[in-house]
T-cell receptor, first 114, second 116 residues
Framework: QKEVEQNSGPLSVPEGAIASLNCTYSDRGSQSFFWYRQYSGKSPELIMSIYSNGDKEDGRFTAQLNKASQYVSLLIRDSQPSDSATYLCAVRMYSGGGADGLTFGKGTHLIIQP | NAGVTQTPKFRILKIGQSMTLQCTQDMNHNYMYWYRQDPGMGLKLIYYSVGAGITDKGEVPNGYNVSRSTTEDFPLRLELAAPSQTSVYFC???????????????FGAGTRLSVL
């Protein structure tokens, strides 16, 4: 049973600070890791993807992956009120047989305080 | 560019009724997926398809059926609606070329379904 765990929050961060979101996963064979942002009542929107150990930066966002610890994180620098949303961690284990779906965590509700 | 389009956006069903949730994509993606999201929860995979005529079960397929007659369309059928199927349903699609494990899934706007 593939599982993805996230702290549901809410995580409250002052505007301009760094928001740190964490995720652990159970399937050691997992190969692809994604962070989606979801505003209330809206569909998930991809923020970051990461496939190799280490850091990946894109603008104010940095994804970090540690496969040995089965841990993936998302850092948001210079947090803005518009970053307030639920952040979903998603993991895919590619079995080679086709298009396996993503396994999602329950999401972390992030609140950026002005 | 429309992307992934879902209809209807909202629907209220009575227990025992049937309905089809429509999903169409114009990105020429072979892979398509149906997820459901209950309040405060992550998304759970219902069914997926790797191409026309090929479908497979996901984590929570009971109470649902799918078909895939064309590359563009992937409808989800509820035969006998139950209150447990009250949820938000998302359709997604992804590219089938390149390194499959890295392919991004793009989501539609969702269908909010209530079964009363």
């Amino acid at each position: 049973q593939k599982e993805v765990e996230q702290n549901s929050g809410p995580l409250s961060v002052p505007e301009g600070a760094i928001a740190s979101l964490n995720c652990t996963y159970s399937d050691r064979g997992s190969q692809s890791f994604f962070w989606y942002r979801q505003y209330s009542g809206k569909s998930p929107e991809l923020i970051m993807s990461i496939y190799s150990n280490g850091d990946k930066e894109d603008g104010r966002f940095t994804a970090q992956l540690n496969k040995a610890s089965q841990y993936v994180s998302l850092l948001i620098r210079d947090s803005q009120p518009s970053d307030s949303a639920t952040y979903l961690c998603a993991v895919r284990m590619y079995s080679g047989g086709g298009a396996d779906g993503l396994t999602f965590g329950k999401g972390t509700h992030l609140i950026i305080q002005p | 560019n429309a992307g992934v389009t879902q209809t209807p956006k909202f629907r209220i069903l009575k227990i025992g009724q049937s309905m089809t949730l429509q999903c169409t994509q114009d990105m020429n993606h072979n892979y398509m997926y149906w997820y459901r999201q209950d309040p405060g929860m992550g998304l759970k995979l219902i069914y997926y398809s790797v191409g026309a005529g090929i479908t497979d079960k996901g984590e929570v397929p009971n109470g649902y059926n799918v078909s895939r007659s064309t590359t563009e369309d992937f409808p989800l059928r509820l035969e006998l609606a139950a209150p447990s199927q009250t949820s938000v349903y998302f359709c997604a699609s992804s590219y089938s070329g390149g390194q499959l494990a890295k392919n991004i899934q793009y989501f539609g706007a969702g269908t909010r379904l209530s079964v009363l």
